[in-house]
């Protein structure tokens, strides 16, 4: 059976037309099933003859009878349509179908896809009364940049360097090895107004959005160990160079995104040396301080001592109320439009304490009380789906970095057969996977997540804790594929600062090499003008900002899709090798006589790459090799 042919939902406007519906109401919910076999191959019998909805009201399961409709306008293609009211109950209110078919048979459609037995509700569709993230992330490219190796300004060679550093030449290449600490003592003097100096560059990408790793103090390149919240690192310019980056970045239209460490500070820090000297001090109970004076901290990182967000004066100062770190950034001059929290998840967690979504409702309390349409990512390198949309009256993060449920399933799928780039947060190397696999981690992940806070989450490449893309595929035309898929899927595009470029490395400490701004001869540039090339066809197709996503193929070597929506849909083919024409049923699609709107390749031709049609089938054409097309009507 065709992909195409399963009956599909997700949370995007065809389907779902208001994605956040009031608490006490109900929501109009949308089902597509096969023409003329409900769900089955025609042979396989008859079709489905009813359609419930399933879902709980107050925990006890209710059904809600579907009826068939029109189709939305525009989608007169032969598919049947069902249409259902979910009543809105409960803040997150999860949902699926019940299929009953006209030989007696049933099965159930949730998020994971259709199986013929009663699964558990963890893959069940969700709806959120929450808000959502602000409307100005919807179309948003986030441009991560480590400060320290972007960029150094005229300024920087007159400022004195600090007794922990070991200056670095810009050219250098970083160590990047436990056992030598230039890892973490590195200094290669890049700084803010060097940023200020580069946003040409960053608009090349497409990028709206630059997110900056920590620039407060801190005895170390990265910064993550913080002596104090109250002021900018004099090595990046200080406060004025904060606030004259921000002013640059709003007059282009785009924003401004802070890091911050939340579940620690560093010893240096100035709460932590008054409340290690002098257990009667103010500040000893913002950490965890055992009787005999032992302190937890991050991951055993006696430099990294962990905050006790038990505390209420700590969380005053840190994340509650407007003279909370969290809110003072976010006032002029510097004007942050939100935060990433450094380790989300385990920020209020500690054996047997967790406060941890306490901790994320009041850190988005307090944003949007500055700024309604504050922007808050949790970061998360493993399963967030119990610290997303959660239960209750408010919400907490709005999404987190997406390392499980896109990073990690790319990173199989395109890795090269031998490759120098280490694992992160695994003892083993980088799996190789197939084609399948990869659809099946895409599409499992993101029922885990439900489809708002997956689609509000960032999909990642690399980033500064990361092997590099580069490092991982080896292939510069895989490493184009995995930038099709970050933009292609739902999610928000996050380019590691350099990335584009091709930028290489084995691990995060080697992938924060110095941007090659005066070896411009060593830049891909066929990739810089692909990411280019991508950030504005998302841009410019609602399809790719909050369009649906229905499967069509997957065999190991290649996945076709469709972004729907209703402005119009787009057919996305990615390869990580040479493959065959695939054949779609064309009753199906949208797409027949399509143009080629994108090919990650370079030199293309648009006759060479064209979707073959008649009035059964759509041929995708075969390829020579890895490549990203997108196909879709030019004039919408």
């Known amino acids: 059976m065709s992909l195409l042919a399963e009956p599909h939902h997700d949370g995007s406007p065809l389907y779902l037309p208001d994605p956040s519906p009031a608490l006490g109401g109900t929501a109009t919910v949308r089902l597509r099933t096969r023409p003329d076999a409900g769900g089955r191959a025609a042979d ?33 293609d032969g598919g049947i349509w069902w249409q259902g009211r979910l009543p809105v109950h409960n803040p997150r209110t999860h949902y699926r179908f019940l299929l009953a078919y006209a030989d007696g048979s049933q099965a159930w459609l949730s998020a994971a896809g259709v199986v013929g037995f009663d699964a558990p509700d963890s893959a069940d569709f969700v709806l959120s009364t929450h808000d ?26 007159s400022r004195p360097t600090p007794g922990w550093a070991k200056p670095q030449a810009w050219d250098e290449p970083p160590s990047y090895l436990g056992t030598d600490d230039r890892t973490w003592l590195g200094l290669y003097g890049g700084d803010l107004d060097g940023i200020v100096e580069h946003l040409d560059h960053v608009a090349e990408v497409g990028a709206s959005v630059v997110y900056l790793t920590p620039v407060f103090p801190g005895e170390s390149n990265h910064r993550y160990n913080a002596s104090t ?109 939100g935060w990433r ?30 700024r309604a349409d504050a922007w808050v990512i949790g970061e998360h390198n493993h399963d967030a789906s119990g610290d997303l949309d959660l239960d209750g009256t408010e919400g907490g993060w709005h999404g987190t970095m997406n390392y499980s449920g896109f990073s990690w399933p790319v990173w ?20 190789r996977r197939s084609g399948r696999l990869l659809h099946r981690a895409l599409t499992e992940w993101r029922a885990r997540y439900g489809w708002r806070a997956a689609a509000q989450s960032w999909n990642i490449l690399s980033s500064h804790d990361s092997a590099r893309i580069r490092t991982l595929v080896g292939d510069p035309a895989r490493h184009r594929v995995a930038a099709g898929l970050q933009f292609t899927l739902p999610g928000v595009p996050m380019v590691f600062a350099g990335d584009e470029l091709g930028l290489e490395g084995v691990n995060g400490e080697d992938g924060r090499r110095p941007m090659p701004w005066a070896r411009r001869a060593e830049w891909d540039t066929d990739t810089l003008a692909a990411y280019g090339r991508l950030a504005r066809l998302r841009r410019e197709h ?57 090919a990650t390749e370079p030199g293309v031709a648009a006759a060479d790459a064209a979707l073959r049609s008649d009035e059964e089938t759509v041929l995708v054409p075969a390829a020579d090799g890895p490549g990203c097309w997108v196909w879709g009507r030019a004039d919408r």
């Open 44 to 76: 396989d019998g008859p079709g489905i003859d009813r359609v419930w909805l399933r879902t709980t009201y107050d925990a006890e399961p209710t059904f809600h009878e579907c009826v068939r409709v029109p189709p939305p306008a525009g989608r007169d």
């Open 132 to 157: 959502p993230a602000p409307a100005w992330t919807k179309d948003a490219v986030v441009y991560q940049i480590f400060p320290d190796r972007f960029a150094r300004s005229a300024a920087a060679d």
């Open 229 to 337: 919240f109250d002021r900018v690192d004099d090595l990046l310019g200080g406060d004025e160079a904060y606030a004259r980056l921000s002013d640059a970045l709003h007059e282009r239209g785009w924003h401004l995104l802070g890091d911050l460490t939340i579940n620690h500070t560093g010893d240096t820090h100035e709460w932590f040396v008054a409340a290690q000297a002098d257990p009667a001090a103010p500040t000893r109970a913002w950490y965890c301080f055992g009787p005999d004076g032992s302190y937890e901290s991050w991951m055993g990182h006696d430099t990294l001592p962990k905050l006790d967000h038990t505390d209420p004066d700590l969380r005053a100062a840190m994340v509650a109320g407007p003279d909370s770190v969290v809110a003072r950034w976010m006032r002029a001059p510097y004007r942050l439009d």
């Open 341 to 370: 929290i450094d380790v989300a998840n385990m920020t209020g967690r500690l054996g047997a304490v967790d406060v941890n979504h306490e901790v994320a409702r009041t850190v988005r309390r307090t944003a949007t009380a500055e």
């Open 412 to 431: 199989s799928w395109l890795r090269a057969e031998q490759t120098a780039a280490r694992p992160f947060g695994r003892p083993v190397p980088v799996p």
């Open 542 to 598: 609602p399809a790719l900002i909050e369009g649906g996503l229905r499967w069509a193929y997957v065999d190991d070597d290649t996945l076709v899709y469709l972004r729907e929506h209703p402005d119009g849909t787009l057919l996305v083919a990615v390869r990580r090798a040479a493959g065959p024409a695939v054949e779609l049923e064309a009753p199906l699609l949208e797409l027949a006589g399509a143009d080629l709107l994108l």
